[in-house]
């Protein structure tokens, strides 16, 4: 039966402790469904009008936020709700407002508890480069890149910006100065953001996302001159990842990016996170790949193919591939 005098906050928490899930999504006309290891499934909350979803979407919106969300039928935002903070995109359909909102810790969790492998932690200690952090929507990302963050933050004494949309884990300083920027708050997008960064002294620089060829462009300019930068993409594994951001540049500029990316790149880490066989919880699985001489040169060469063969005789360098970290979660029961 539906209510409109539904108050959304307190239904959010109260699926929230009861199903500890890694998404929960409300819409109009709906009960609330959530996500849980993975796994999508309704919840027996009331039935949610527009009114009243609309009332708790528009609260959490500054006024050019509400005007963007009319003009454009959707707007990503952070919220928070009591100890609870969340990545929220609420969207326009048919049938009325809808919102995804993406459970974010309030402190940066603990990489040993998480299964992150040394390798990707150890990135922190790069002076320049370009490090991507790679897969499918929901995999970790951010997680992984805000601990790489927080232990630069923790071991030197840096300058670091980062330019997210929307913000997600929040940083206070160590022994870095670190300055958070939000696209459309404070940034319009990630090229203006990443351009002005560059004229701001960082060492490191954090991009929530490379999303077209100006910021592309930029990431690997800002990576060359002395910068550690880092990034996501939704790509799922290291030669996919460079044939992204190459094919990304008209034919007549890709041999010249091929030469900057394998001059540029530091490493890319691919994950995804598996279900263990009693479906009760996700392990992260990491492809690790490492740009060392022999991967700069199949980069230079296009021959991307062959990267996966380098990959699989370097583990003493920390590499592992997708299949091989699968495998060694099986063997240790975790998938």
Same mark, same amino acid.
């Given at each position: ?124 200690? $790069?002076?320049?480069? &370009?490090? !991507?952090? /790679?897969?499918? %929507?929901? @995999?970790?990302? #951010? =997680?992984?890149?805000?601990? *790489? ?74 990576? $060359?001159?002395?910068? &550690?930068? !880092?990034? /996501?993409?939704? %790509?799922? @594994?290291?030669? #996919? =990842?460079?044939?992204?951001? *190459? ?89």
């Amino acid at each position: 039966m539906s209510d409109t005098n539904i108050n959304v906050v307190n239904i959010i928490k109260e699926v929230f402790d009861n199903n500890q899930p890694s998404d929960i999504h409300i819409g109009s006309g709906k009960c609330v469904s959530i996500r849980v290891n993975g796994e999508m499934a309704l919840t027996e909350s009331s039935i949610l009008d527009e009114a009243s979803i609309w009332n708790f979407v528009s609260k959490k919106l500054t006024e050019e936020e509400i005007i963007q969300f009319k003009k454009n039928g959707s707007i990503d935002f952070a919220l928070v709700l009591g100890d609870l903070r969340f990545r929220a995109n609420a969207y326009k359909t048919l049938k009325g407002t809808f919102c995804a909102l993406r459970i974010i810790p309030m402190h940066i969790p603990d990489f040993k508890v998480l299964g992150i492998p040394n390798t990707v932690i150890e990135l922190c200690s $790069e002076k320049s480069g &370009l490090i !991507l952090v /790679t897969g499918p %929507t929901g @995999s970790g990302k #951010s =997680t992984t890149l805000a601990m *790489i963050v927080d232990q630069i933050n923790q071991r030197y004494p840096h300058t670091v910006i980062t330019i997210e949309d929307p913000i997600e884990f929040l940083h206070k300083d160590k022994r870095s100065i670190i300055s958070q920027r939000q696209i459309g708050q404070h940034v319009p997008d990630f090229a203006t953001g990443l351009r002005a960064s560059l004229r701001e002294d960082p060492d490191v620089i954090l991009l929530g996302e490379l999303r077209d060829l100006e910021t592309i462009s930029l990431a690997l300019t800002a990576a $060359e001159t002395g910068h &550690l930068v !880092l990034a /996501t993409l939704h %790509t799922s @594994s290291a030669p #996919s =990842t460079i044939s992204r951001i *190459i094919d990304v540049f008209p034919a007549g500029q890709q041999d010249q990016v091929r030469t900057q990316v394998a001059e540029a790149l530091n490493a890319v880490v691919s994950q995804r996170l598996i279900r263990d066989p009693k479906g009760e919880s996700r392990n992260g699985a990491f492809e690790i790949m490492i740009n060392n001489n022999p991967i700069a040169n199949l980069i230079r060469e296009n021959k991307l193919f062959q990267i996966n063969s380098v990959i699989q005789t370097n583990a003493a360098l920390g590499m592992i591939t997708m299949d091989a970290s699968i495998a060694k979660l099986k063997a240790e029961g975790k998938a």
